[in-house]
């Protein structure tokens, strides 16, 4: 089976600023995902105000599992309480090869 990766990209509301969204989201990491099966790492990339984040998962089965994983919980409800829900797009992509 081939690694998955969740690939987000968004923008922050206004009144988020990074320090306050990446505290919240090692709380999520730590406290969720990072305790899913399967889980392998979560990388923030920042271009302009577009922050793109790459969540690698073992299987496709583990990634697709996971999307539900946090639903409702707090922590996870402060997550994207941050993130302008208008600018988000997201994929679950199964690696192909890997060069």
Do not use: P
Request: hydrophobic share 35%; net charge neutral; proline share 0%.
């Amino acid at each position: 089976m081939e690694k998955t990766a969740w690939i987000f990209s968004y923008k922050l509301k206004k009144n988020i600023n990074e320090e306050t969204f990446i505290e919240l989201t090692q709380k999520l990491h730590d406290e969720i995902i990072s305790k899913a099966k399967g889980f392998i790492s979560w990388e923030h990339y920042l271009q302009g105000d577009i922050w793109t984040d790459f969540v690698l998962w073992e299987t496709e089965e583990d990634a697709n599992n996971a999307t539900t994983i946090g639903k409702g919980k707090e922590v996870t409800n402060n997550f994207y309480a941050c993130i302008q829900m208008n600018t988000c797009r997201a994929l679950i992509s199964k690696r192909i090869k890997k060069y």
